[in-house]
């Protein structure tokens, strides 16, 4: 597998950010931590991961943008590329001592993403992906699940927190997909859960109310696994409206078509 000099720029980031979450993911009852909104926690190991990141990104591509979920977003001066990080995207877990946790670092160039790196440094799996250039684990080249049919599958899916409201509308939709799959996962890093459809660990996932720097590397892992992602209306504003819908052709469309059944009228 021959990486760009750009993926090994993002590799490497994550892996330096990831050694940081690795120090102090053994000591977080030190950690200082504050409360964003509802269920979204930050703490001084988001931050550093971060500015990790950032400076090993910047300093490779200073002209390029980036967003970052800890940080002021930066105007690249060159237009085109554009940075999508987090540096801790299972933030909860990590707080709690669960190592299902990563840091996720996307480019996008002229609004489409082309390369993504999802890192977990707690089992050392790194989830590669450039366009054109298929999706890996580690060495090995990733293909999403081969099942064709829900009752086979087991299905990711993140719960929105509490407090925003629209927890009416999720578990209708669960209600839905639980009585179609022979299994629903929730494990807390949409990064993560993304990678295992490429992975095709999970045979599918659905989330809304993301952050384009939840999804943005493993919506490309996902494609270049030969996988499917769409927004939840069938589009391809997965960016920008924070919900997706993946699987292979086949559950990510059966996917998208239970969760949306109507809401029973008793
Ligand atoms: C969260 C995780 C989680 C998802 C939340 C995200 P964070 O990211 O990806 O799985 O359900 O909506 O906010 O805050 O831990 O980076
Ligand atoms: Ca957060
Ligand atoms: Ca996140
Ligand atoms: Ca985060």
Same mark, same amino acid.
């Given at each position: 597998?021959?990486?760009?000099?750009?993926?090994?720029?993002?590799?490497?980031?994550?892996?330096?950010?990831?050694?940081?979450?690795?120090?102090?993911?053994?000591?977080?009852? @030190?950690?200082?931590?504050?409360?964003?909104?509802?269920?979204?926690?930050?703490? @001084?190991?988001?931050?550093?991961?971060?500015?990790?990141?950032?400076?090993?990104?910047?300093?490779?591509?200073?002209?390029?943008?980036?967003?970052?979920?800890?940080?002021?977003?930066?105007?690249?001066?060159?237009?085109?590329?554009?940075?999508?990080?987090?540096?801790?995207?299972?933030?909860? @877990?990590?707080?709690?001592?669960?190592?299902?946790?990563?840091?996720?670092?996307?480019?996008?160039?002229?609004?489409?993403?082309?390369?993504?790196?999802?890192?977990?440094?707690?089992?050392?799996?790194?989830?590669?992906?450039?366009?054109?250039?298929?999706?890996?684990?580690?060495?090995?080249?990733?293909?999403?699940?081969?099942?064709?049919?829900?009752?086979?599958?087991?299905? *990711?899916?993140?719960?929105?927190?509490?407090?925003?409201?629209?927890?009416?509308?999720?578990?209708?939709?669960?209600?839905?997909?639980?009585?179609?799959?022979?299994?629903?996962?929730?494990?807390?890093?949409?990064?993560?859960?993304?990678?295992?459809?490429?992975?095709?660990?999970?045979?599918?996932?659905?989330?809304?109310?993301?952050?384009?720097?939840?999804?943005?590397? *493993?919506?490309?892992?996902?494609?270049?696994?030969?996988?499917?992602?769409?927004?939840?209306?069938?589009?391809?504003?997965?960016?920008?409206?924070?919900?997706?819908?993946?699987?292979?052709?086949?559950?990510?469309?059966?996917?998208?078509?239970?969760?949306?059944?109507?809401?029973?009228?008793?």
């Amino acid at each position: 597998m021959a990486r760009s000099a750009l993926l090994n720029v993002m590799v490497q980031a994550a892996i330096k950010a990831g050694k940081s979450l690795g120090r102090d993911f053994g000591e977080v009852q @030190n950690l200082q931590v504050s409360v964003k909104g509802p269920g979204d926690f930050v703490s @001084n190991a988001d931050r550093k991961a971060e500015k990790i990141v950032k400076d090993e990104l910047m300093k490779a591509r200073p002209t390029y943008g980036f967003l970052g979920e800890e940080s002021e977003e930066i105007k690249g001066t060159d237009g085109a590329h554009r940075w999508i990080v987090d540096p801790l995207d299972g933030t909860t @877990n990590f707080l709690h001592g669960i190592p299902q946790f990563a840091v996720s670092i996307a480019l996008e160039r002229n609004n489409e993403i082309v390369a993504g790196v999802v890192f977990n440094p707690a089992t050392d799996e790194l989830y590669t992906a450039e366009r054109g250039g298929g999706a890996f684990l580690n060495d090995r080249r990733l293909r999403v699940g081969a099942r064709r049919v829900l009752s086979d599958s087991v299905i *990711g899916c993140g719960v929105p927190h509490l407090g925003r409201g629209n927890h009416g509308k999720f578990l209708v939709e669960l209600r839905h997909v639980m009585g179609e799959v022979a299994g629903i996962r929730r494990l807390g890093s949409a990064s993560l859960d993304l990678a295992y459809v490429a992975a095709g660990r999970f045979d599918g996932f659905w989330e809304t109310g993301l952050s384009a720097w939840d999804i943005a590397a *493993g919506i490309l892992l996902i494609r270049e696994a030969g996988g499917y992602v769409s927004d939840w209306d069938g589009g391809s504003s997965i960016l920008e409206t924070g919900s997706v819908v993946a699987g292979n052709e086949y559950i990510q469309k059966a996917l998208l078509d239970v969760a949306k059944r109507p809401v029973p009228s008793r």
